[in-house]
């Protein structure tokens, strides 16, 4: 192990112990794991009966000799749709708080001119608190999708099997991915600002639009969304009209696209829905196709991850190594 | 000696443009809401237009216009979902921002070195809070206003009524969070702490309760369209008893009948709706009146 990789490990492993010690961040901890508990259960407990009503037609249709029996149309993955929502609000805040409390803590110890005072640089430290972050990320992530799944299996009565776990690591690996995101901007908000609190809010203000604001304004512009019900159900077209009509509003669903390709959290939320089965459309289709079909999600994804990443690196190269006067 | 409080309160918020970025972001999301409703109103039309033509090419009767099944302030029902997103965290940080400042800047032990009560202090920094948030959003009643016009060509007197009751009770619900605000900055001993315990309260209220009472999934909340979720379960039935507590569906739903945008029901319901709002607002003002008296003044807040 290089000496480099050794100070990055020892700097992760600071990260982590300190984050965990935080008593704010247990809370919020606290908070993700409740709803995603009551959210799943809530979904499962549904799911349970609509599983036993299908199970009730399959013995029916064996007893009577049907030959073709139609497959079920439910999908236990998507009940974790209400997990990965929290994760994309609730995280994306406790992310944000991590990367505050990094900045902050070393500030109020003024450790951080300590740090830099040793042989390390600007970039293994920012490695070292994000991998540090990643891995207090990657606990909660791992205790909430416990959760979902046990919750699945115990009162969905539906235990899933390999290709499913697979499709749910992967969309649990991008919740990594874009709570690791949101990190860097809290952090970098933070060391940005003389008041840490201000930064706080900075980043905070950024997450209200990067996470609720653009995507309700891409919601409300979808022309389906207008009526209560559906606009084109309320004019008696089906699929084949709606797709006809959209073709004179390709100016204005380019917009709409834009405005949501510009949220972080509306790609999060698209390649964690494929994942978990959340649209239908998905469903039929096997890991392969997913992938491709949300290559832009995932590009976009590690695109906004490595900019903020590479933004944090240069906010600590521009940290001060002594300390300063206040931290006002 | 509370206007005193409250006027110097105000200027200070003016000193540190707090007002105006709180004055900018309403009205920049008032605008907003404006314009959301004008693109959706251009967009039924053209849909409607282009679906007529659509079936009548098959031979098909034209549906109803489906624009006229809207009531005319819905082209605001996007105000009723910033109010509760955006207007809520500007108000929770104006009450963390009222106190706080006082407490790191060393202010409040200067200030309680004159002879100024407890309850002169804390019924200034409230009414500080209040008339901040009123002047901002009765400037977003203006641009509300400017916004109908410019769409409909007019506005009936009743409409007009019906936007300032809105207004009056978004005001009341931003003083839910502006008290939340105080309080957690005289809960706690960290003003990072203290914005983010505001925060986490503002999560629970705006997006857990609604989901423990009446099934409503995170995202639902951020559109003003949405279908009623299944409440069947056993789990409802317990959890549905506290729907009257749940502050951000009492507040949408009082909204949409203020603005004729849900499906109507008495006067007397919609009554019944606010008053939970109000007894929260009077509670927590109680709460802020009780810590400030017990408040340590002489310790100054980390300004961390």
């Not at chain 2, 605008?31 to 237009?49: C, K, N």
């Not at chain 2, 108000?91 to 400042?101: C, F, K, P, T």
């Not at chain 2, 769409?151 to 939340?180: E, K, P």
């Not at chain 2, 009082?254 to 603005?259: P, R």
């Amino acid at each position: 192990m290089s000496d480099s990789t050794h100070r990055i490990i020892t700097l992760a492993r600071h990260e982590y112990r300190s984050a965990v010690r935080s008593r704010i961040l247990i809370v919020l901890l606290g908070i993700l794991v409740t709803v995603t508990a009551v959210s799943v259960y809530i979904a499962s407990v549904d799911y349970a009966s609509k599983l036993a009503d299908y199970q009730a037609y399959v013995n029916a249709a064996t007893t009577s000799g049907l030959d073709r029996i139609a497959p079920s149309p439910l999908a236990a993955l998507s009940l974790l749709r209400g997990a990965m929502e929290y994760i994309e609000i609730i995280g994306a805040v406790i992310a944000i708080a991590l990367g505050y409390l990094t900045v902050s803590r070393e500030r109020t110890n003024r450790t951080l001119p300590l740090i830099r005072s040793r042989p390390v640089t600007s970039g293994e430290l920012a490695t070292g608190s994000l991998l540090g972050a990643l891995g207090v990320i990657a606990t909660l992530v791992a205790v909430t999708a416990v959760v979902g799944i046990v919750c699945v299996g115990t009162i969905g009565h539906d235990w899933i099997n390999a290709t499913q776990a697979l499709k749910l690591f992967l969309g649990y690996l991008a919740a990594i991915v874009y709570m690791g995101a949101f990190y860097c901007l809290g952090a970098i908000a933070t060391a940005k600002s003389r008041v840490a609190a201000n930064g706080l809010m900075i980043a905070l203000g950024i997450w209200l639009i990067v996470v609720l604001v653009l995507p309700q304004i891409g919601d409300t512009m979808d022309a389906d969304n207008q009526i209560p019900g559906g606009l084109f159900k309320a004019l008696g077209l089906g699929h084949d009209g709606e797709a006809q009509i959209l073709t004179h509003f390709t100016t204005y669903e380019r917009i709409r696209t834009w405005t949501e390709e510009a949220s972080l959290a509306k790609h999060f939320e698209r390649f964690s829905f494929a994942m978990t089965d959340v649209k239908e459309r998905y469903r039929p289709f096997n890991l392969p196709w997913l992938l491709g079909q949300t290559r832009n999600d995932i590009g976009w994804l590690i695109a906004y991850s490595a900019a903020l990443y590479a933004g944090l690196r240069r906010t600590f190269r521009n940290q001060p190594t002594i300390p300063q006067g206040g931290t006002q | 000696m509370i206007a005193t409080i409250a006027s110097h309160q105000v200027l200070s918020l003016r000193r540190q443009r707090v007002f105006l970025a709180l004055l900018a972001t309403l009205l920049t999301m008032t605008a907003l809401a404006g314009v959301l409703g004008w693109s959706s109103h251009q967009t039924i039309v053209r849909v409607y237009d282009e679906a007529v033509k659509l079936l009548a090419s098959t031979g098909k009767p034209a549906p109803p216009n489906p624009f006229l099944l809207k009531p005319t302030l819905s082209l605001l029902s996007n105000m009723v979902v910033y109010i509760p997103l955006i207007g809520a965290l500007l108000a929770l940080i104006l009450g963390h921002l009222s106190i706080v400042d006082d407490e790191t800047n060393g202010t409040g032990r200067l200030v309680f070195s004159r002879q100024i009560t407890r309850t002169s202090y804390v019924l200034g920094k409230i009414a500080s809070a209040a008339a901040v948030l009123a002047v901002v959003l009765a400037a977003s009643l203006l641009v509300s206003v400017a916004s109908l016009l410019v769409v409909n060509h007019t506005i009936a007197v009743g409409d007009f009524g019906r936007l300032g009751l809105f207004y009056a009770l978004s005001w009341l619900y931003l003083m839910v969070f502006a008290l939340i605000g105080m309080v957690t900055v005289l809960m706690t001993r960290r003003r990072s702490i203290a914005l983010l315990s505001a925060m986490g309260a503002w999560l629970v209220i705006t997006f857990v309760l609604p989901q423990f009472t009446s099934g409503l999934r995170p995202t639902q909340s951020l559109n003003p369209i949405t279908d009623p979720a299944s409440t069947s379960q056993t789990f409802f039935k317990v959890t549905s008893k506290l729907r009257p507590y749940s502050v951000v569906e009492q507040y949408k739903q009082a909204s949409g009948q203020i603005l004729q945008t849900a499906t109507a029901e008495s006067v007397g319901q919609t009554i019944q709706r606010i008053l939970p709002i109000a007894g929260l607002v009077l509670v927590l003002a109680l709460v802020t009146v009780r810590l400030v008296q017990r408040h340590d003044f002489s310790r100054s807040a980390n300004s961390e």
